[in-house]
């Protein structure tokens, strides 16, 4: 992966030093020099060793002499100008002008007066009130220093994503030559994209988690190993602590949710799977519904882990149904998956499953309907106050409505004034699901009460195949009414079938998606009708279920 950055922090610090030595000109050229080499779009490793040194002087503002202290660097990991001026003024200089108000020319200042060299010896200098008497300083600016250094230091404990982020793409790479490793992926903040990181942590999935941890503390770029176990093991690489953890490959993808994170994140989808019967970890998403307490064990450390550092079956209670990939993880939690830089905990989790609405539609009587019952029009008055009672006081927006049954000559199962009465109405085909039922919809669709006409053709997969319909002449019709064709996500329906969604986008018709839940968990297929209206190349504008809620409201009053 490129270097341009770690070269570009090299030229960076060139130009702090000569500043802090008052010369003219040359610190600008660097720093410029250093911008653009951190956004060339070409690894400078590459063009060195392609082309020549005269390669890197096709970068804009890179110079000859510039161009040779890089092909040095690159070449010998060292830049001799910059080791000089290091030993004529040994300061951090990172860490002390990242205090607000410190420059490069103050540290050379407070160096040559008070030997300042690191943050400590500044936060105990201000402290000491010995700033103020420096030349050209005082106490305003000593008071400054004082209140700035606690943030310098917060900053310094993190890294910057742009810093990072290079380190983190060469050790994936270096990780996807190793033989032992099957899988790499970095995890925690950094593959959250965060703009500051703490340290580069990456997970491996291997069988031989030594062979992997004696691999990387060979990794040429580790300037240090600062810890090396049998799973475990963290080394230093150009300033910034790289931490690898390694997992067995079937429990990989549960390990890369788990250490990705954030915490806040972990805690909603733990709930999640909690309400569910299931225990989620690092190690799996476990059925615990025959557990009596699938959480006991987790206090006891000893238990947890073993002698080799992996964790026993205490945290693998109960069946285990996912773990394998990140996807798995939450699928088996009825979610889809959620991209790493979402995962703060901000509404993602209730945005994969929640609405901003939903509409009651329980089924009126009629032929076919479940269990060959349904609310008569009595009935779905009593609903109809109850679902008004409850609205008023509810998270998201709520819509009264029926599923009433649409018959073979299009006569609809409800009376006309308790259809009038309510929010949302879906008229579907339930039963006489033999030859063309296109004036049937059709019938249905001039209906001035009809909202939505559900699982058109009525097919049930690999059950029976539905009704025929002219989709085109219905959506067409759909569309001059007003009426929405509804893809039906139960995964025993999808109905209207993908290529049928096409046809009526194309012909202008609203499609709604449809959980068809009769059950809170049902709620999950949303998914499946997603995904179909995908395939039918329905885009938001096309979907009902896209608006919010007063742009549902105003479809349904139109």
């Not at 540290?107 to 400590?120: F, N, R």
């Not at 079956?313 to 109960?318: D, K, T």
């Not at 339930?430 to 296109?438: C, R």
Request: charged fraction near 30%; include cysteine; proline fraction near 4%.
């Amino acid at each position: 992966m490129s270097r341009n950055a770690e070269v570009a922090s090299r030229l960076e610090e060139m130009a702090d030093h000569l500043e802090a030595r008052d010369v003219d000109y040359k610190p600008r050229a660097y720093r410029q020099a250093a911008e653009s080499i951190r956004a060339h779009a070409v690894a400078v490793e590459t063009l060195l060793e392609a082309e020549g040194e005269d390669a890197l002087t096709e970068i804009d503002d890179v110079g000859e002499a510039i161009a040779g202290k890089t092909a040095d660097y690159l070449e010998t990991g060292e830049i001799e100008e910059l080791a000089a001026l290091r030993e004529e003024l040994p300061v951090d200089m990172d860490a002390l002008t990242a205090v607000d108000g410190v420059g490069p020319k103050t540290v050379a200042a407070l160096y040559e007066a008070l030997e300042v060299e690191d943050l400590d010896d500044l936060e105990a200098a201000a402290e000491a009130g010995d700033i103020r008497d420096v030349s050209g300083f005082g106490p305003k600016t000593e008071s400054n220093v004082l209140e700035n250094i606690p943030f310098a230091r917060e900053s310094r404990e993190r890294s910057r994503l742009g810093a990072a982020r290079p380190v983190a793409d060469r050790v994936l790479a270096f990780f996807e030559d190793v033989d032992a490793v099957e899988r790499v992926d970095v995890a925690g903040s950094i593959r959250r994209w965060r703009a500051t990181i703490g340290d580069v942590d990456v997970l491996a999935a291997s069988d031989d988690g030594a062979a992997v941890v004696e691999a990387f503390e060979t990794w040429d770029e580790a300037d240090d190993v600062i810890e090396a176990g049998t799973n475990k093991a963290s080394v230093r690489a150009d300033g910034t602590r790289v931490d690898l953890r390694v997992v067995v490959p079937g429990e990989f993808g549960a390990a890369l949710q788990y250490f990705t994170g954030s915490k806040d994140h972990n805690v909603t989808v733990r709930n999640r799977a909690i309400e569910r019967d299931l225990k989620v970890n690092e190690y799996g998403v476990f059925n615990t519904s025959a557990v009596e307490d699938p959480d006991d064990g987790e206090g006891t450390e000893s238990a947890r882990t073993p002698s080799d550092g992996r964790s026993d079956g205490s945290q693998r209670v109960g069946d285990r149904v996912a773990g394998e990939t990140e996807a798995g993880v939450y699928d088996a939690l009825g979610m889809a998956w959620v991209p790493p830089e979402l995962r703060e905990d901000r509404g993602e989790v209730a945005a994969d499953v929640g609405h901003d609405f939903v509409a009651i539609t329980d089924h009126a009587t009629g032929p076919g309907m479940v269990g060959g019952v349904g609310l008569d029009d009595d009935e779905l008055r009593e609903q109809i106050e109850e679902i008004r009672a409850v609205a008023d006081d509810a998270d998201v927006s709520v819509f009264a409505g029926v599923e009433a049954n649409v018959g073979p000559d299009g006569e609809v199962s409800v009376g006309d004034d308790v259809l009038a009465a309510l929010d949302c109405v879906v008229a579907s085909p339930h039963s006489d699901l033999d030859g063309d039922g296109t004036d049937r919809l059709l019938a249905a669709i001039e209906h001035p009460e009809v909202d939505v006409v559900g699982h058109p053709t009525g097919r049930k997969l690999n059950q029976r195949p539905g009704i025929d319909v002219d989709v085109r002449q219905v959506a067409e019709a759909a569309a001059d009414h007003g009426v929405a064709l509804e893809i039906n996500a139960n995964p025993r329906r999808l109905d209207l079938r993908a290529t049928d969604a096409n046809v009526a986008v194309e012909a202008g018709a609203t499609i709604t998606v449809n959980t068809d839940a009769h059950r809170p968990g049902s709620y999950e297929y949303l998914r499946y009708g997603v995904h179909t209206a995908r395939r039918g190349w329905c885009e938001p504008g096309d979907v009902l279920n896209c608006r919010d809620a007063d742009g549902v409201r105003a479809f349904l009053e139109d």
